[in-house]
């Protein structure tokens, strides 16, 4: 059979007829980390494939079942899902996800129905689906797309969220970071102490509580899953960074200086639930990742935590839900004191914290985009003073 890869493209020959798992097994492949799709459809471990069959192993990290019975209707099951030793077939893997985005709501009074939401959408599987999730369960969800300008990868991007926004009828705000405030995410490698993921990041969080508190959302909504989150405290617990783990939250009240409330509504569910959900839903989603991913280390603890699942499944729902349920309410609940004491910034008017020498606060972004902005206008002095007179630049 021939397997096909996506990110980066390949394409292998495996002797059929062969089992799915012991394919990928052949092939070295973690079976946590890929969607296995055949003839259009999701396939489980346990099915044959033929010989002269095509096959694609789709990589489901951000930043990588005879065929299994439903465990709800006992029909053919397109997807296993270890940590809940449940397989579903299609509408009743749908269920699934819903049930579990119910759930993340409920017990953290992220939504009501009457809020006016905001989806930080980025053209990846996560937002997409979030989007798509809230607004087939009859939320008023808006979207938001942030042009980095990443070149190809961004208007690739930019494309499918347009596109999806048309096809549901739903709004979208768009905003162009160069055009905005001056700089594009490429720009800003090579700076000194701070790395291009660092400044993008906080762009992001910058730009989307901007639209949001301007428009009068009520609250703003993120595509964060289970392994963005767990990656993220096994990140913060490794470097034993407290202050980030007080902040670690899936729900973070608005504040009355101008900070929108913001969710994680995707919290209890995994990055393979989420390419799946896309796919059996039939929505156009970036596959290949951001090509600015290097620097990104959470990839590394992505990696790690999948390892541990494989051999335990549910390892990684234990360590994030254990921290969200017992150790985060006995021991940092309040200890975010940041949030208690916000002033406006100087500069932009948005919230930050007060000054510790007492002078003029300026926010994070606003700091950082002085020095972006500095960096930048060097480089361009330099390039055009390297640029011999009477040569047109
Ligand atoms: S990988 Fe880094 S640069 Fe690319 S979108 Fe993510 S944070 Fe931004
Ligand atoms: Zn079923
Ligand atoms: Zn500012």
């Not at 890929?34 to 396939?43: P, Q, R, S």
């Not at 160069?178 to 490429?186: D, K, L, M, R, V």
């Not at 896309?278 to 280390?297: A, D, F, H, K, S």
């Amino acid at each position: 059979m021939k397997v096909k890869f996506r990110h980066p493209e390949r394409v292998v020959d495996v002797a059929g007829p062969a089992r799915v798992g012991d394919m990928l097994a052949r092939l070295d492949v973690n079976p946590e980390t890929v969607l296995v799709i055949h003839a259009g459809e999701l396939v489980t471990k346990d099915v044959v494939i033929p010989d002269d069959a095509e096959v694609e192993v789709r990589p489901v990290i951000s930043g990588g079942a005879g065929a299994a019975k439903c465990s709800t209707c006992r029909a053919t099951a397109v997807i296993e899902i270890p940590r809940h030793r449940a397989a579903y077939c299609a509408p009743h893997f749908i269920d699934h996800v819903r049930s579990q985005v119910r759930d993340a709501i409920s017990r953290h009074r992220m939504l009501s129905y009457n809020d006016r939401i905001l989806v930080a959408v980025s053209g990846g599987k996560d937002s997409l689906a979030l989007w798509d999730v809230l607004l087939d369960m009859g939320y008023r969800a808006d979207g938001m797309y942030l042009g980095l300008g990443i070149g190809e990868y961004s208007d690739r991007s930019a494309d499918i969220v347009r596109a999806y926004a048309e096809a549901r009828g739903a709004t979208l705000h768009t905003v162009d970071l160069a055009e905005e405030y001056g700089y594009a995410i490429p720009e800003t490698t090579r700076l000194r102490n701070r790395s291009s993921c660092g400044v993008c990041g906080l762009s992001k969080r910058y730009a989307f509580n901007r639209i949001a508190v301007d428009h009068g959302y009520d609250v703003m909504a993120t595509g964060h899953n289970l392994d963005d989150e767990a990656a993220q405290l096994l990140g913060n617990v490794l470097r034993w960074q407290t202050p980030f783990m007080a902040r670690q939250s899936v729900v973070l009240p608005a504040t009355d200086g101008g900070m929108a409330k913001k969710v994680k509504p995707l919290y209890r569910l995994g990055e393979r639930e989420m390419a799946a959900y896309c796919i059996v839903q039939g929505i156009n989603y970036i596959v290949e990742e951001c090509p600015m991913v290097g620097g990104n280390t959470v990839l590394r603890f992505k990696e790690a935590l999948n390892e541990l699942e494989r051999h335990s499944p549910g390892t990684k729902a234990q360590f994030l839900f254990g921290f969200l349920d017992r150790v985060r309410p006995q021991h940092f609940e309040g200890a975010d004191t940041d949030a208690g004491a916000l002033v406006a910034c100087t500069s932009c008017g948005q919230p930050t914290t007060p000054s510790r020498g007492g002078g003029d606060a300026v926010c994070a972004f606003c700091r950082t985009r002085v020095h972006v902005l500095r960096q930048i206008g060097r480089r361009r002095d330099a390039a055009r003073a390297a640029v011999p007179e009477g040569v047109d630049a």
